[in-house]
């Protein structure tokens, strides 16, 4: 499977996340090995990858993921010395409005009230740790079950971190968006498992820093669904105990 990302998106770090992938692989977390990899001379990356004949996830079934949640915990300690560091991103995306997407979110009233909601939840002082393997973006529609293993595809942009912020990208969009929403006790597994590794402080910054994003990105595609976005943000952040603000 060929795979390219526009210069704007592009890796500039392939080889090390190459060698971080085999490293995991050896480890038995599973993803498509890389064939071939490289840079264009206008600034497009392109992978060449093996292609997964497997089924796509089942959307919340408790029996995947678990195996999710197994593999998950295979990422323990697996990130190196990778120089692209999600912990780090995470808090910049809090802080200095990494990428811009704050500064959408402050355009308008309900997105605002939802920012400063985030922010007053989180201390500018607490860092992630950042010595797990991150895929980045472990949503279902990046999971293939083949032989009953998972598969994790789309993993150009994986990093080091903590393993805790995969855990939380696989359940709070869907909450947030309400597509079938996974069961309370698959939401309580993957939170417990998560604060296990990151404490409760730690699983908030997960989620907070990728509801910023994920705002600012409905913004862009899905602009009639915000404000019902928004709303759910807040459900999900009265799950978590998270203060509103008077």
């Given at each position: 499977m060929l795979k390219w990302h526009p210069p704007a998106h592009a890796n500039r770090h392939l080889a090390a996340t190459s060698d971080l992938l085999e490293r995991a692989r050896r480890a038995g977390w599973n993803s498509p090995r890389w064939l071939a990899f490289g840079t264009l001379s206008d600034g497009r990356e392109y992978v060449l990858e093996e292609l997964i004949d497997g089924a796509r996830a089942a959307r919340f079934d408790a029996?995947?993921?678990?195996?999710?949640?197994?593999?998950?915990?295979?990422?323990s300690g697996l990130g190196g010395d990778m120089p692209r560091d999600w912990s780090d991103y995470l808090w910049r995306v809090l802080w200095v409005d990494e990428g811009g997407s704050g500064g959408r979110l402050r355009a308008q009233q309900d997105t605002?009230?939802?920012?400063?909601?985030?922010?007053?939840?989180n201390d500018r002082d607490a860092r992630l740790p950042s010595a797990d393997l991150v895929h980045g973006d472990v949503g279902l529609d990046n999971v293939l079950i083949r032989e009953g293993r998972p598969w994790f595809i789309d993993a150009e942009h994986a990093g080091r971190g903590t393993r805790a912020y995969d855990l939380a990208t696989m359940i709070y969009p869907a909450m947030v968006r309400g597509e079938r929403e996974p069961s309370t006790d698959v939401v309580r597994t993957y939170e417990h498992e998560a604060m296990d590794v990151v404490g409760r402080s730690g699983l908030v910054q997960c989620v907070t820093a990728s509801m910023i994003e994920f705002v600012a990105f409905g913004l862009d595609h899905w602009p009639l669904d915000v404000p019902r976005c928004v709303a759910r943000c807040h459900d999900y952040l009265d799950r978590l105990a998270v203060a509103r603000l008077t």
């Open positions: 029996d995947d993921l678990q195996l999710v949640l197994s593999a998950n915990r295979l990422q605002r009230s939802l920012l400063e909601r985030i922010l007053a939840a």
